[in-house]
């Protein structure tokens, strides 16, 4: 279960356990893990801050202290809450203060514990903090940081560049968002979680995608089934040089097994994409015929894609209009219709139906006008905030995809690898997406299902392959194998 610190802190408070049991059960469930795992070392320095998560520390080292040789560093100053103060007056263990008789003995430990801040950290790190957190990343020393390394902010995953970098990070109780966006901050390399015995509720904001809630997301076809069940999907993408980007909409499509697909293209790469796909039903336009074929279309289907390669495609600012006001269906808008959208994107806000935007960090910015290395650091805040403000599903490319809805709910997708960093590959997702949303009507879950879906089938594809070679025309291949495993 993911859970943000308001969250943590309302389950924590209807526990039924008080704050110096749930401290006294953390510190022993980390103390324990940490013997286990690394029962090779002697020497253990812990460096505690002034909080609960310092506190947490304290009970760490009054435990390991029985077998291991242990040191404890009061980094932030003296213990300010009463559970931390309780439990440092029960440590017996030599407790450093000075900077640098912290760093001389962090030369000589086999383990460094890092308990200075948890999900109480906001902001950035003072000078003084970044100074030592930085000599001792460089350093590399085994670290185990306790719940989140220190100079990261548990819910928004922003954080410090002399965050704490650790080896494992101890999650306590649930995953925060932060352990969500290990590939964003790299700051740990494995995640544990720990429990604390605390009953978790069943619903939680944040949503988690694997092969079991993606199939009780996605439809069966039945015996009496024919191509118009589940209605009809419409792509309208590709211009004259990137034929192609309408073409992994389709295999996009596909891969979710969609019956019946109108493709929406100009004139002058019809040929081309047509004699490739024999399955999707074609409408090629021009700049004299383009309301008469595409508007007809806007009222005969369950869901629409435009944008992808859609550069050079005549009449796109008429398009994006018509499609805007005219849908009666959910409306997936990727690449060249977000650029569209760029100084004029509070349009959204009078948009009827759903809208899903699918922008990578790049066109996040230009969309935003903030610059990527901010967004970079603060995903998920201005995620959930631009989707709140104009009342749009964002999806959020990258290498943890961020889903955000009009209402809050967030998803931070953990399939994917590295193949998947290749021109086209979101031009597939685009498909993907109007694709499920034609078959499922509730529109979170439906484009959660294709991000989570995208990323799995490119690490089935990449099993036997280099990661740098993923092709992705096996697509619907791989969802076949997947789909028939789970008797479809
Ligand atoms: N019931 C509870 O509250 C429990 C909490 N536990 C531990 O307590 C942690 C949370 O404890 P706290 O809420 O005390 O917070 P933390 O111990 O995570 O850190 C908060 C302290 O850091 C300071 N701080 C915040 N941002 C700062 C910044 N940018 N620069 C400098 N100082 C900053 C705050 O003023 C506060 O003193 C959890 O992560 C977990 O490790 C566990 O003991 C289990 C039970
Ligand atoms: N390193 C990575 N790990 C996992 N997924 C990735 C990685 N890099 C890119 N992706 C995914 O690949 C897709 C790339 O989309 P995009 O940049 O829009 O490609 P294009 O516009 O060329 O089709 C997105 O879904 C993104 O989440």
Redesign the pocket.
């Known amino acids: 279960m993911i859970i943000d610190s308001r969250g943590m802190r309302q389950l924590e408070a209807s526990s039924g356990f008080t704050n110096a049991q749930l401290m006294e059960t953390a510190g022993k469930a980390c103390a324990d893990w940490i013997s286990s795992h690394f029962s090779a070392c002697r020497n253990i320095l812990l460096l505690c801050g002034k909080g609960n998560n310092g506190g947490d520390g304290f009970v760490i080292g009054r435990i390991l202290g029985s077998a291991f040789h242990v040191t404890a560093a009061c980094v932030d100053g003296a213990p300010a809450t009463k559970e931390a103060q309780d439990a440092f007056t029960l440590l017996s263990c030599d407790v450093l203060q000075d900077p640098d008789a912290i760093l001389q003995a962090a030369q000589h430990t086999d383990l460094l514990v890092d308990c200075v801040y948890g999900v109480g950290f906001h902001g950035t790190l003072s000078a003084r903090m970044k100074k030592l957190f930085s000599s001792i990343n460089n350093m590399h020393l085994h670290v185990c940081s306790i719940d989140i390394n220190s100079g990261a902010e548990s819910d928004s995953g922003r954080y410090d560049p002399d965050a704490i970098r650790s080896d494992v990070t101890i999650a306590l109780d649930c995953y925060k968002p932060f352990h969500m966006l290990r590939?964003d901050h790299q700051l740990f390399k494995h995640a544990y979680m720990v429990s604390l015995g605390i009953p978790h509720p069943d619903h939680s904001a944040f949503l988690e995608m694997n092969e079991d809630s993606f199939f009780a997301g996605y439809p069966r076809k039945k015996e009496n089934a024919y191509k118009g069940t589940f209605g009809k999907t419409t792509v309208i993408g590709g211009s004259y040089g990137m034929a192609g980007?309408l073409g992994?909409n389709i295999i996009g499509a596909k891969t979710v097994g969609v019956s019946y697909l109108n493709a929406v293209c100009p004139h002058e790469i019809y040929p081309v994409v047509a004699s490739r796909f024999l399955t999707p039903v074609f409408h090629p336009f021009g700049d004299q015929d383009m309301y008469r074929v595409i508007e007809p279309l806007l009222y005969d289907t369950r869901a629409i894609a435009f944008g992808?390669g859609a550069v050079n495609m005549p009449k796109k600012e008429e398009i994006l209009d018509l499609v805007l006001q005219a849908a009666d269906c959910p409306v997936v808008l990727?690449?060249e219709a977000i650029r569209l959208l760029n100084h004029n994107y509070y349009i959204l806000r009078f948009v009827h139906e759903p809208v899903i935007l699918?922008p990578?960090i790049g066109?996040f910015s230009s969309l935003i006008n903030r610059p990527v290395d901010v967004i970079q650091h603060d995903r998920i805040h201005l995620a959930l905030q631009f989707a709140k403000d104009y009342k749009v599903f964002l999806v959020l490319?990258?290498?943890h995809?961020i889903v955000a809805s009009p209402t809050g709910d967030l998803y931070i997708?953990q399939s994917?690898?590295?193949g998947?960093?290749?021109?086209?590959?979101?031009?597939?997702?685009t498909g993907m997406i109007a694709g499920l949303l034609t078959m499922n009507n509730d529109v979170f879950q439906a484009v959660c299902m294709a991000?989570w879906l995208?990323?799995y089938l490119?690490e089935e594809g990449t099993k036997d392959h280099a990661a740098n070679m993923l092709d992705l025309s096996r697509f619907p291949a791989l969802a076949d194998s997947l789909y028939f495993r789970h008797g479809f």
């Open positions: 590939k980007a992994m992808s990727d690449a699918t990578h066109e490319k990258g290498p995809t997708n994917g690898c590295s998947l960093a290749q021109a086209g590959s979101g031009d597939l997702l991000v995208h990323g490119a």
